[in-house]
């Protein structure tokens, strides 16, 4: 079984600042890409940031210069440092892993629970 968790969201003031953790755990024999997405009332699932196993790394143009994604491999962890936060960043947002479980499973797509970003005018 594999388990996302995430942690670090919370209420804070337009130009504010908000890291992000998620933490896989589980069985884990490969992880690959990482990312974030979040989902605003109203509106669908989104992609936020991406990195992949060598670090390269996609964001969505509304977050580019302003939010970062970085990963610990040796503690199967993603990061989402978000700055200079506005109001339209207000979303749950998820954590995402590739995730290939043990060396007889193919990857598949993992998502953690979620966890609230407010961001107030």
């Known amino acids: 079984q594999v388990r996302l968790v995430e942690s670090g969201g919370g209420l804070v003031q337009a130009g504010g600042s908000l890291r992000l953790s998620c933490v896989v755990s589980?069985?884990?024999?490969?992880?690959?890409?990482m990312g974030w997405y979040r989902q605003a009332p109203g509106k669908e699932r989104e992609l936020v940031a991406t990195?992949?196993?060598?670090?390269?790394?996609t964001y969505a143009d509304s977050v580019k210069g302003r939010f970062t994604i970085s990963r610990d491999s040796a503690k199967n962890a993603v990061y989402l440092q978000m700055n200079s936060l506005n109001a339209e960043d207000t979303a749950v947002y998820y954590c995402?892993?590739?995730?290939?479980?043990?060396?007889?499973?193919?990857?598949?797509?993992?998502w953690g629970q979620g966890t609230q970003v407010t961001v107030s005018s």
């Open positions: 995402n892993s590739r995730v290939r479980p043990t060396v007889w499973n193919d990857y598949g797509d993992y």
């Open positions: 589980g069985n884990i024999f490969r992880i690959n890409a």
């Open positions: 990195i992949d196993n060598s670090g390269s790394t």
